[in-house]
């Protein structure tokens, strides 16, 4: 091969890398540009006046005085609505009864889509369901439901197929008392729902008020958090033993090697057959908790990671020159002096980056935690709890919310939320291992 | 060849070894296995008190496994095993009541490349120490400061006993191993080829080292280096294919070596 050509395979190489390098990160940009736009958004939004009476009748935030005032402010804005509502009944009983059941319907629409924007009737009982207490708590969805105030939603089939057309509700009531509603409306939203820039970081540290409709996030973070701490407890002191045996106890022979290639098997094993054999072991068999269980949940997760871990540090360990492990028998040491003094020291690094990459895997493992110790709805448990109760936990109840929920439409920002706070928090965890490990590495290499 | 150019090749070392020296380590019909392959075979000598001993013989021929063997360093390697006798302190080493770990604080080693811990200087020395029970802040720091001193490095390291020794040059790092294994104060300290892996400086500075030392300790010392052999060591053996050829004192061996196969490689005709 000339000089010419091994050049050019070389270039050719290199420009292969860049490539591939530069459409994995093109790849993080598209999955992660969205999450963080939209999951900022349960962090950072326009909160109505609505979203403040719900901060201050739940958890007391927010001024008591001021918010009196806001509302009495907001109620002078939504009167002309109540009034002309009323208006329109009155008128809508002196007319004849064809026109009446015509008007009737589309009247029951206005109200219900009216009560969804503002809240109920000032007028009306107290409905039992929160969600049905409120009004809309934020200016997006706000925004959506006004539109479903002035427009009708109908189908328009004279193409052959169902285009959908929102027609003018004002257009359907022409001529009433009504009419004037809708421009109403429309010109006077912002001063019947107050929409200020509010900054809700307690997202994170709230739970969440009828099913996720209002609040946070607590329990499932705090369960996230549970359960890979959990995993890791039981995890990192097994895989690191079982690495040491491996490498510097156990007869190398045939039984070794038979074990070494279960446990890489052990590795690729889908992760929902570990979470049914959680479940038919850990609560059928030895029975750790009565019913699903952190504790349950946090032992299946280990199982899951502990194939990485006995791995990872099986490699760091035979890493470590051997001759390190020479000087320290010289100098006298046993064994396990010279595991614990010198050859764990000097594969930390390692076996940290093991600890890095199962720590985010069991943080957003989901098959695993559905039979064991996941559930949808929970408040936020005490650490004497975890033995005992189920726990809600973020990549579970992004499942739940986004598919299962009764109204997934209208808590998109809990699911982004949500999904952006698992991301916050693998990547907590691996900065601070990541940082760890420099730290050790530092220490090593002077 | 005769011996007046044989002279002018090799300076042998002139500080003769006293005429009746106390031997501390014996060997009787030793071997050395691995698996089937006798690596070292049927060995019989003696290892002088305050003296130092040369090991010299071409590659493969079985002189670092014979030292290894001297504390034990071969239980390391599968499938090796030894026959035949080590006696030390009149007891052999390769009894089954032997506690391996008194054994080798008594027989220290330094090994052919520099195998610092990565750890501060100070943790490197006091690492035999505290294995053995020294806790003491200041019993530490006197162990270390004599350590370095007898290893002739104390002046170039004192200021910063606590940075991490993997930063030294090469030739401070096989210092500072020897001062680890001073530190834990051992009858014997075993070389295996210190040198090979420094610059003619470095070396030097071992060799000399190596004088100060068997004032107060033995050595024995592998070596490729016939030269080094015949500069710094009072007794020699030869090994050829893992039989010890000759044994002898130093300027009897590099000056009138009884065997043919000796004289063939201190002479260089092969090896």
Redesign the interface.
């Known amino acids: 091969m000339d000089l010419r050509t091994r050049k050019l395979l070389d270039k050719s190489f290199s420009a292969l890398g860049v490539i591939a390098i530069l459409f994995m990160a093109l790849f993080l940009v598209v999955i992660l540009a969205p999450i963080i736009a939209k999951g900022s958004g349960a962090f950072i939004f326009r909160g109505t006046v609505e979203y403040r009476k719900l901060m201050f009748d739940i958890w007391n935030r927010g001024d008591e005085k001021a918010l009196a005032e806001e509302m009495q402010i907001v109620a002078k804005a939504r009167k002309p609505v109540y009034e002309m509502m009323d208006d329109f009944r009155r008128e809508l009983a002196a007319m004849p009864s064809s026109e009446r059941r015509k008007y009737r319907r589309a009247l029951n629409d206005v109200e219900k889509n009216i009560e969804n924007l503002l809240g109920p009737n000032p007028d009306d009982r107290e409905p039992v369901l929160m969600r049905q207490r409120y009004g809309q708590t934020r200016w997006d969805m706000a925004r959506k439901h006004l539109k479903d105030v002035l427009y009708a939603t109908e189908w328009d089939y004279s193409g052959g197929m169902g285009v959908k057309v929102y027609v003018p509700r004002q257009d359907f009531f022409t001529g009433t008392s009504i009419e004037e509603l809708f421009p109403y409306i429309e010109e006077n939203i912002d001063a019947m729902m107050a929409p200020r820039l509010t900054l809700y970081l307690r997202f994170l540290t709230d739970d969440s008020r009828d099913s996720h409709f209002f609040g946070g996030i607590w329990p499932e973070l705090l369960g996230t958090i549970y359960l890979t701490l959990g995993a890791m407890l039981f995890a990192v002191p097994m895989g690191v033993i079982a690495a040491i045996y491996f490498c510097e106890y156990a007869k190398?022979g045939l039984v070794i090697s038979y074990l070494r290639i279960c446990i890489t098997t052990l590795a690729g094993v889908p992760s929902i057959v570990f979470g049914l054999f959680g479940l038919a072991f850990f609560l059928n068999t030895i029975r750790v908790s009565e019913s699903k269980s952190v504790l349950a949940g946090s032992l299946t997760l280990a199982l899951l990671i502990l194939p990485t871990i006995i791995r990872a540090s099986e490699e760091a360990i035979m890493a470590v020159?051997s001759?390190?492990?020479?000087?320290?028998?010289?100098?006298?040491?046993?064994k396990w002096?010279t595991v614990m003094?010198?050859i764990l020291?000097?594969a930390l690094p390692g076996i940290l980056t093991g600890i890095v990459i199962s720590m985010g895997r069991a943080a957003g493992e989901t098959a695993p935690i559905i039979f064991t110790a996941a559930v949808s709805v929970g408040k936020a448990l005490n650490l004497d709890e975890v033995f005992t109760n189920p726990s809600p936990a973020l990549p579970w109840n992004i499942y739940n919310l986004c598919t299962e929920h009764e109204a997934v439409d209208q808590i998109r920002h809990v699911q982004f939320g949500m999904v952006f706070s698992l991301i916050a928090v693998v990547l907590f965890l691996n900065i601070t291992a990541i940082v760890v490990r420099a730290r050790v590495q530092k220490?090593?290499?002077? | 060849m005769d011996n007046d150019t044989q002279k002018s090749l090799i300076t042998v070392n002139t500080d003769a070894a006293s005429e009746n020296p106390d031997s501390i380590l014996n060997t009787e019909e030793f071997s050395i296995f691995y698996g089937d392959f006798e690596a070292v075979r049927k060995v019989s000598c003696s290892f002088f008190k305050h003296h130092v001993t040369a090991i010299i013989g071409p590659s493969g021929c079985g002189k670092s496994t014979l030292l290894r063997g001297m504390n034990r360093m071969n239980d390391l390697i599968p499938g090796c095993r030894a026959d035949g006798k080590m006696i030390f302190d009149n007891a052999n080493i390769y009894d089954r009541t032997i506690d391996v770990v008194q054994l080798r604080k008594r027989i220290g080693m330094v090994f052919q490349k520099p195998n610092v811990f990565p750890k501060s200087i100070f943790d490197n020395v006091c690492y035999g120490p505290r294995l053995h029970g020294i806790r003491k802040r200041s019993q530490l720091e006197e162990i270390v400061e004599r350590s370095l001193n007898q290893a002739a490095i104390w002046d170039e390291v004192k200021d910063r006993l606590h940075t991490n020794a993997i930063g030294l040059s090469g030739g401070q790092q096989q210092r500072l191993c020897i001062a680890r294994a001073l530190a834990i104060t051992p009858e014997i300290i075993l070389m295996d080829e210190p040198t090979s892996a420094l610059d003619p400086k470095s070396t030097t500075k071992i060799e000399d080292l190596i004088g100060e030392l068997q004032k107060e300790y033995t050595i024995v010392i592998v070596t490729h280096n016939m030269q080094q052999a015949a500069r710094i060591s009072h007794f020699t053996v030869f090994m050829y294919e893992g039989d010890m050829i000759e044994f002898g004192k130093t300027q009897k061996l590099f000056t009138k070596p009884e065997k043919k196969e000796t004289e063939d490689y201190i002479t260089g005709r092969f090896g």
């Open positions: 190398q020159p001759t390190y492990k020479e000087a320290a028998l010289s100098l006298g040491a046993g002096r003094t010198v020291p000097a220490n090593l290499r002077n």
